[in-house]
């Protein structure tokens, strides 16, 4: 623990993901979770007692809190931005969920208006954090891997509208599959590659309704207005080009979830929207095979897959202690964005985009991480 000095936390969207933030954040060392709030208040409540959070109250009432230091926005898509610029005009950081924002324009604003008041922003995902995408991380920074020359990334998934029980908004602007899970993809492969300068890309919707299956709207039939199948080619700083397929409405598929092809072998990185293993690595030799390479990590290499989500608040947290920057950054949750818009910009104009933004590829975590997470 980097300090006794907990940060004070104030939790804003109260939906299904913030079970997982809340039972994390809850086990922390490095953090109090003094509120929670959401726009229908009964789920405020409901999450505060389930995770012994002292108060639940609105988002007025939370933002006026002068105890809270650090917001959690877990809101929809559409709602990140309002809510991260009100947070950081009541002086307080913040930490967005995915995407930072749905537009270039407000994610660029949410970040420059942090950095002129001298607050921190962070930003999902932070998967990128955990045991098995750090052990990659750490096997091409050692070199032990070889350059990364070239990499591919699939997410073909049934859809949300069969798991979520209300999956409207992952079909409207700001979400779609590349905006809700592309995110994952992109920082994983900015993490080990550095920055985007150009893509090109496809996208269509395959289905232009869905039918939700689950929970209280089940039956409900859902228009979609984004596309729900995007192919890009992204070119990185480095002359290394990755492809990218994402796709909501595809199951079954046998496709890796992201490779990496180095001088020396292929290094095959697991589920990004995970916190573990497994790490494969294949030499560029004849007759070589996949082999295990055991994590080097073992602040979230649990044997039973867990969802580890607050981990880059937690990070962040001991980073506002020590000074530092977190690894889950604004600028990095930008540049992701702006990658991401960009893509769809092209599949619109069938241009080649150039990407404005930039990003250092985030610091290694240090091997004994000290990041307490419940088990």
Known sequence: MVSTDRVRIGVIGCGNISAAYLTNLSASPDVDVLACADAIAERARTRAAEFGVPRACTTVELLADPNIELVVNLTVPNAHAPIALAALEAGKHVYNEKPLAAGREDGLRIVETAEAKGLVVGGAPDTFLGAGIQTCLRLVESGEVGEPLAASAFMLSRGPENWHEDPAFFFQGGAGPLMDMGPYYVTALISAMGPVRRVAAMARILYPTRTATKGPRAGATVVVTVPTFVSASLEFSSGAIATLVTSFGIAGHGL????????????????????????????????????????????????????????????????????????????????????????????????????????????????????????
């Open 256 to 375: 890796p979830s992201i490779q990496i092809y180095c001088r020396d072998g292929i290094l095959g990185v697991p589920d990004p929207n995970t916190f573990g293993g497994p790490v494969r690595f294949r030499a560029a030799e004849e007759e070589s095979e996949w082999v295990d390479i055991p994590l080097a990590y073992h602040h979230t290499d649990s044997r039973a897959p867990r969802n580890f989500r607050g981990l880059g608040v937690i990070e962040m947290a001991q980073a506002l202690r020590t000074g530092a920057q977190p690894r889950a950054s604004g600028r990095l949750a930008f540049h992701a964005l702006d990658v991401m818009l960009s893509i769809l910009e092209s599949a619109t104009t069938g241009a080649h985009v150039n990407i404005s933004s930039t990003v250092d590829r985030p610091p290694l975590m240090p091997l004994d991480a000290d990041l307490e997470l419940a088990r």
